[in-house]
């Protein structure tokens, strides 16, 4: 037996030591020419390149020895814990649950709702402006992107690659109705919301009879147009000129954030001057705004709209012979995901102060689709986490400046914040498939509500 061991262990090492170099020869060949060599333009404005056999080596020896870590210990440890949960007959999920457990979300929004006071108590005013705005209200805009295309894509299973059109429609509708007819940010955030709903409707019209992969080409083609329209009708957006100074939100119009105004709002409170105040009002407003979305997608879900758009995303032959209207399932679907898009847009735009087509490009959905998958289709909570994951990791990368002791002084971490991006969504699959959170709580129930594995959930392909 321990002679069989033995041998076991052995064709074990053997097996992830002949992995992990081809995972390194494979390393080389895809970072050669993006991380081996660099082109620069010298003082004679010439394009030249140099060598980075260094950083190049660093990637290939972190591919090498975390493939042979991955085949030697981590993939038969968990291998060994499925075997040991199989033969004891333990649940994959879970009935009883430990106290931060069943409280996280009130915990989670305490915590939110201190967030920017903990953040001025500890940095002062200016000093949190970073944390406010960077780490605070960039995660919350893609959370509640991500929640309304969770909408179209987790719940009704339709693949979406073009949500960033609606994104870019809600922006534009305010700062176009903005800059041209002086109305307030109360005003246009739900015009803004209903346009995109409405743009959402003729989106869905041309992809009823469409799924898989020809409606996602079609969504992408969708947000590429919408693209190009913002670039080219230059009389009515200003191309690439962008849309500049767009209005500031106001608070409900009795306080300003305009230095100028007599209602300044930092002056009436008795506040220093700071343009803190501002971002600290747009984060609970985009707190708010994503606890409106949960709370509507919570109660739409549990609907009867709702049950036909998981029905509709489990199969949607069984669900036309149920005789449920998928052309109005699949319509809704699209108007309510875009809405929320369009509640997102308009917020950016009174956020930024600027909007330009560049901000609306496919990486956006890219990213936005990537969060819904990483963090579990279907899953508020889930998605939640991968954003702060994604997009927060992205943003520390800025601050990891001692990173370029490992990699040498001419690496620059935001640069490669999508190759990291890339590289966490893989490890992400490949240990947790189902995405962060991989349980389901069904609408419908017998008497009590019990928590099912993902994996009895189709996943939202069309």
Known sequence: MTTQAENTSSGLMAKAVKEGIFAGFIAFGMFLLYVGIETYQNIDN????????????????????????????????????????????????????????????????????????????????????????????????????????????????????GYVAFYAVGAYSYALLSANFGLSFWVLLPLAGILAG?????????????????????????????????????????????????????????????????????????????????????????????????????????????????????????CRSLGINTVATKLTAFATGAMFGGFAGSFFATRQGFVSPESFVFLESAVILAIVVLGGMGSLTGIAIAAVVMVGGTELLREMEFLKLIFGPDFTPELYRMLLFGLAMIIVMLFKPRGFVGSREPTAFLKERKAVSGSFTKEGHG
């Open 46 to 161: 010439q394009l030249v390149w140099r060598t980075r056999w260094g950083l190049l080596a660093v990637f290939v020896v972190v591919a090498a020895i975390g493939r042979f870590l991955t085949v030697a210990f981590f993939k038969p440890m968990v291998d060994r814990r499925k075997l040991a949960k199989a033969k004891t007959g333990v649940l994959e999920i879970s009935t009883e649950k430990s106290f931060f457990h069943k409280h996280f979300l009130k915990i989670a929004l305490i915590a939110l709702l201190l967030y920017p006071i903990g953040s001025v108590m500890l940095f002062g005013p200016q000093g949190s402006l970073k944390y406010v705005d960077n780490f605070g209200i960039q995660i919350l805009i893609y959370v509640m992107l991500a929640w309304g295309l969770n909408i179209v894509v987790g719940l009704a299973g339709l693949l979406d690659l």
């Open 198 to 318: 409405f743009w959402g409707v003729i989106l869905g019209f041309p992809v009823l009879r469409l799924r898989g992969d020809y409606l996602a080409i079609v969504t992408l083609a969708f947000g590429e147009i919408i693209r190009l329209v913002l670039i080219n009708w230059t009389d009515v957006t200003r191309g690439t000129f962008g849309i500049s100074g767009i209005a500031k939100a106001s608070v409900f119009g009795i306080w300003s954030f305009d230095v100028s105004s007599p209602n300044y709002f930092p002056k009436a409170m008795g506040l220093a001057t700071s343009s803190a105040w501002y971002k600290i009002f747009l984060f609970y407003i985009i707190l708010a705004l994503c606890l409106i979305t949960a709370y509507v997608t919570i109660r739409l879900r549990r609907m009867p709209i709702g049950r036909a758009w998981e029905a509709l995303r489990e199969d949607e032959i069984a």
